[in-house]
């Protein structure tokens, strides 16, 4: 599976943006996608996944301002980011695995996505 991600940019603080990540189409219908993001000298963290029966798991510090939807059809993952805060900024990568099972272990993700940095100014 090759993965694609974009939209990242400059948001200001309380702002928005709307990350995306498309996948080449041979297992995407069936594959977990998350969204992991690494914050200059962090440890890469979990943001947030998606089954692809659309059940969902987030991150304490982004539930209730981040939103994470896939569309099967378009073999896309989206990552809604609202009430952007400055501790966001940092590159989000989107990440594949296999089965249904969520998990926010990067260690268990077999493909990446290149990231996409997104920066929020306060």
């Known amino acids: 599976v090759q993965l694609q991600a974009s939209g990242g940019g400059l948001a200001q603080a309380g702002g928005s943006l709307r990350l995306s990540c498309v996948a080449s189409?041979?297992?995407?219908?069936?594959?977990?996608m998350t969204w992991f993001r690494q914050a200059p000298g962090k440890e890469r963290e979990f943001v947030a996944s998606?089954?692809?029966?659309?059940?969902?798991d987030y991150a304490d510090s982004v539930k209730g301002r981040f939103t994470i939807s896939r569309d099967n059809h378009k073999n896309t993952a989206y990552l809604q980011m609202d009430s952007l805060k400055p501790e966001d900024t940092a590159i989000y990568y989107c990440?594949?695995?296999?089965?249904?099972?969520?998990?926010?272990?990067?260690?268990?993700?077999?493909?990446w996505g290149q990231g996409t940095l997104v920066t929020v100014s306060s």
């Open positions: 990440a594949a695995k296999r089965g249904d099972a969520l998990s926010s272990q990067y260690s268990e993700y077999e493909h």
């Open positions: 189409a041979r297992t995407f219908s069936t594959d977990v």
């Open positions: 998606v089954s692809w029966y659309m059940t969902t």
